[in-house]
């Protein structure tokens, strides 16, 4: 469809539904996070959001929320922010309940590249007679499920790389000391990051030098729906076993790995359903990542601190020429607490 059809209305209401999907995601993995808003006559009869694996969809709760206010749904317009479900899996098909509901449209951010739906949702509801309209609000739907999106389309994940660093690009001291480079805000948000991922990688290196829990652990986040992201600790020195002392281990399903990284990634896509992926490391893992082309999103917390040439460099990689040199583009900037956020997409390497 032309996006230029698509109201401002249209994009009102896909707003309200993608800031329903919000609500869930911290909570929804591995499932997407989705928000549906039901609309008739102008007014919104109903919303909700999908909260959790194996709980209902978005929108059967936003069916569910206009009848419990009294509405009668039927010739309402219903703005979804990922293409309704056709199948059976831990809850009936989406689809099915919207066509049961009498809705006369559907309006559909994103389509889903699952293959179990892949447009059987959007033509089961077509077959129905209901008038579907797909692309408005598309790359804001899209950025909120990046991660599912990608693992659904290529196998895998969508990998965010953080870093925490001086103004002097510095990330610990000569001898590893590094706590604490940035302040409590900056390491609060990095709880959230790690909350939307299904998966922390880090090196043994991290896990000798600094025994870190990589757990979320901000209360704020409602602890007891989410589920901890699983652990993937790198060792191809072989210097980690299972029955080590360190935090890590205490998760049983920790994942020590040895061979190589773009085999991790498909692994954690195809045998854990890890579609987010969050790498928390040392200087020499997370460049690794960047040169071989693995990484989505670079996230830099910028301290406003010098530490000096001494001190260990964010970044392992040697050049001999400029055009060697891994460009970004500069996505979004932060200031959390006194220090500064930025969010880069690594350009393509030039050739």
């Given at each position: 469809?032309?996006?230029?059809?698509?109201?401002?209305?249209?994009?009102?209401?896909?707003?309200?539904?993608?800031e329903?999907?919000?609500?869930?995601s911290?909570?929804?993995?591995?499932?997407?996070?989705?928000?549906?808003?039901?609309?008739?006559?102008?007014?919104?009869?109903?919303?909700?959001?999908?909260?959790?694996?194996?709980?209902?969809?978005?929108?059967?709760?936003?069916?569910?929320?206009?009848?419990?206010h009294?509405?009668?749904?039927?010739?309402?317009?219903?703005?979804?922010?990922?293409?309704p479900?056709?199948?059976y899996?831990?809850?009936p098909p989406?689809?099915?309940?919207?066509?049961?509901?009498?809705?006369?449209?559907?309006?559909?951010?994103?389509?889903?590249?699952?293959?179990?739906?892949?447009?059987?949702?959007?033509?089961?509801?077509?077959?129905?007679g209901?008038?579907?309209?797909?692309?408005?609000?598309?790359?804001?739907?899209?950025?909120?499920n990046?991660?599912?999106?990608?693992?659904?389309?290529?196998?895998?994940p969508?990998?965010?790389?953080?870093?925490?660093?001086?103004?002097?690009?510095?990330?610990?001291?000569?001898?590893?000391?590094?706590?604490?480079?940035?302040?409590?805000?900056?390491?609060?948000?990095?709880?959230?990051?790690?909350?939307?991922?299904g998966?922390?990688i880090?090196?043994?290196?991290?896990?000798?030098?600094?025994?870190?829990?990589l757990?979320?652990?901000?209360?704020?986040?409602?602890l007891?729906?989410?589920?901890?992201?699983?652990?993937v600790?790198?060792?191809?020195?072989?210097?980690?076993?299972?029955?080590?002392?360190?935090?890590?281990?205490?998760?049983?399903?920790?994942?020590?790995?040895?061979?190589?990284?773009?085999?991790?990634?498909?692994?954690?896509?195809?045998?854990?359903q890890?579609?987010?992926?969050?790498?928390?490391?040392?200087?020499?893992?997370?460049?690794?990542?960047?040169?071989?082309?693995?990484?989505?999103?670079?996230?830099v917390?910028?301290?406003?601190c010098?530490?000096?040439?001494?001190?260990r460099?964010?970044?392992?990689?040697?050049?001999?020429?400029?055009?060697?040199?891994?460009?970004?583009?500069?996505?979004?900037?932060?200031?959390?607490?006194?220090?500064?956020?930025?969010?880069?997409?690594?350009?393509?390497?030039?050739?």
């Amino acid at each position: 469809m032309d996006k230029n059809s698509f109201s401002s209305d249209d994009e009102k209401f896909m707003r309200l539904a993608l800031e329903q999907a919000q609500l869930g995601s911290f909570t929804t993995r591995p499932n997407p996070a989705v928000g549906c808003v039901i609309v008739k006559n102008g007014l919104i009869i109903g919303k909700g959001f999908h909260p959790k694996a194996g709980l209902p969809h978005a929108e059967v709760y936003a069916l569910q929320d206009a009848k419990n206010h009294g509405f009668d749904v039927a010739g309402a317009s219903a703005y979804v922010t990922l293409e309704p479900c056709s199948h059976y899996g831990r809850t009936p098909p989406c689809a099915k309940a919207l066509v049961e509901s009498g809705v006369k449209q559907v309006v559909v951010a994103t389509l889903d590249p699952n293959p179990q739906v892949s447009g059987r949702g959007v033509a089961m509801l077509q077959e129905a007679g209901i008038e579907v309209r797909v692309g408005v609000c598309e790359q804001e739907a899209k950025a909120i499920n990046a991660g599912f999106l990608k693992a659904m389309a290529t196998g895998l994940p969508s990998v965010r790389v953080k870093i925490a660093a001086s103004l002097d690009g510095r990330t610990a001291m000569a001898d590893g000391e590094s706590k604490w480079i940035t302040g409590s805000a900056a390491r609060q948000d990095v709880q959230k990051l790690r909350a939307k991922s299904g998966a922390i990688i880090t090196g043994s290196g991290t896990i000798i030098a600094d025994n870190p829990a990589l757990n979320v652990r901000l209360p704020s986040l409602d602890l007891d729906n989410i589920t901890q992201p699983k652990i993937v600790v790198v060792d191809r020195s072989a210097r980690l076993q299972h029955t080590d002392n360190y935090q890590v281990f205490k998760k049983t399903d920790t994942l020590i790995w040895r061979e190589n990284l773009p085999e991790l990634l498909k692994t954690l896509v195809s045998e854990y359903q890890c579609y987010d992926v969050l790498v928390e490391a040392g200087s020499t893992l997370s460049t690794t990542f960047l040169q071989l082309g693995l990484v989505d999103e670079l996230i830099v917390y910028q301290a406003p601190c010098l530490l000096g040439d001494s001190a260990r460099a964010m970044f392992a990689g040697k050049f001999d020429k400029l055009n060697q040199k891994l460009n970004f583009t500069l996505m979004k900037t932060e200031q959390i607490g006194e220090d500064l956020k930025m969010t880069f997409a690594p350009k393509p390497q030039s050739t």
